[in-house]
Every structure is written in C-alpha cells, then in structure tokens.
C-alpha cells in the first residue's frame, strides 16, 4: 500500500501561482510514477502531468504544458506540481497518483490515489 497526502491547494486569481506537494508514505516510493490528474465538477478526471521514477522523463497535457512543471524529491517520496500562470478553466480538485506502469496517461494505470485538494482560480 501506498498513502499519498496531497497539500497546497487554494484559492488564487488568475494568473497566479500554487505549488501542490504530495508527500507518500508506506511502499518504497521509487517504485512508482507519479502522476497529477484534475477533476472539474461534472467532469471526468483528467491527466495534467507525470513523471518517471528517476524524474528523467516528464509529459504534460496540451492544456498545463510551458506553465505547469511536475518534480520529484525521492529522498522526501514527495512530488511536487508548480502551477503558474493559472487561467480560471485551471479550477479543479487536483490528485496525485502512483503507477507501477509507464502508461502515464490513463487514470486506468495508476493504483493508489490521494484525497485531492481543491484549486480555484477567480477571473
């Protein structure tokens, strides 16, 4: 098992920034991907971004990509989504994942969640 604790999130006018922070806990960390996904109300969760285990690789969605940066910090098995340049369409519950699969796209993949953290992004 994994337990993953996302913090960070909150209430930020458009083009702002935030920080989320995902601290894991129980199995080794650097067994997993970790992955940001987002949910807006009515909506299907979403991909935003992931990252390998060793932080080499890292992809985005079309929609965060040159304003968001996911990083990790193995020694602290926690991983990191700065978030800037927000845009109100960017106001969600954020999640982060962890996947034993290089399939970093598909919330199929992963196979522990966190309880998310509500972004919201005022115009």
């Known amino acids: 098992q994994v337990q993953l604790v996302e913090s960070g999130g909150g209430l930020v006018q458009a083009g702002g920034s935030l920080r989320l922070s995902c601290a894991a806990s129980?199995?080794?960390?650097?067994?997993?991907?970790m992955g940001w996904f987002h949910q807006a109300p009515g909506k299907e969760r979403q991909f935003v971004a992931a990252?390998?285990?060793?932080?080499?690789?890292?992809v985005y969605a079309d929609s965060v990509r040159g304003r968001f940066t996911i990083s990790r910090d193995n020694s602290k098995n926690t991983v990191y989504l700065q978030m800037n340049s927000l845009k109100p369409e960017d106001t969600a519950i954020y999640y982060c994942?962890?996947?034993?699969?290089?399939?970093?796209?598909?919330?199929?993949?992963?196979?522990?969640w966190g309880q998310g953290t509500q972004v919201t992004v005022s115009s």
């Open positions: 129980g199995r080794t960390f650097t067994s997993y991907t």
């Open positions: 994942a962890a996947s034993g699969s290089v399939n970093y796209y598909s919330p199929r993949s992963y196979n522990y």
């Open positions: 990252i390998s285990i060793s932080g080499g690789t890292t």
